[in-house]
């Protein structure tokens, strides 16, 4: 078992998360059409913090996990409801998977979209991700509608309804969002 905790994005893990995306998507390689496009894509994932929050996975002083968290109402795709808050490049190095750090980001990003008063959570992503894909389906997620293919990989929009128990670790404020003043650093 690997000891490690989530934190917030700095802009010093930038490189780090950079790399470690495109690491990740590395075994997918040979699906993509592009592959320079698409690693080119993956080498940007820290410039995600402008729309959206990014919460890593960090162990040992290396990041070993990361994902971004896009609220409701900022820019997505179009095949996104803006009013959905996303989930979006949920990335995990491989010598750390199979050790809860892929489920630990998602449910980070649930306490966000919990944080944020939504009643859904939104994902895309692929049959080609045989690890993820499933883990979603067990904690939830199900499939809404295609997306259109990236680089020639078929993608697909997963929706996962949110319950109104405020999760442990989120204050409670009185108005079940907690102070959005006040993010934390950690996430349990």
Not at 151 to 157: D, H, K, N
Request: hydrophobic share 45%; with cysteine.
């Amino acid at each position: 078992m690997i000891d490690y905790r989530l934190r917030a994005f700095t802009d010093g893990d930038a490189a780090m998360v950079n790399d470690l995306a495109v690491g990740a998507f590395e075994q997918f390689r040979s699906e993509y059409s592009d592959w320079p496009a698409m690693e080119a894509g993956l080498r940007r994932m820290s410039a995600l913090s402008e729309i959206g929050e990014i919460i890593v996975a960090a162990s040992d002083g290396r990041i070993i996990g990361a994902v971004v968290y896009v609220p409701p109402g900022r820019p997505k795709a179009p095949f996104f409801d803006r009013s959905w808050p996303i989930m979006r490049m949920l990335v995990v190095d491989a010598a750390a998977r199979g050790n809860g750090v892929g489920r630990a980001l998602i449910e980070a990003c649930i306490i966000c979209a919990r944080r944020d008063h939504s009643a859904v959570i939104a994902l895309h992503t692929s049959s080609i991700m045989s690890i993820a894909l499933p883990m979603y389906l067990r904690m939830g997620f199900q499939r809404v509608r295609e997306a259109p293919p990236l680089y020639g990989v078929p993608y697909a929009v997963y929706l996962k309804h949110l319950s109104l128990i405020e999760p442990r670790g989120v204050p409670n404020t009185g108005d079940a969002g907690g102070d959005r003043t006040k993010e934390p650093d950690v996430w349990v």
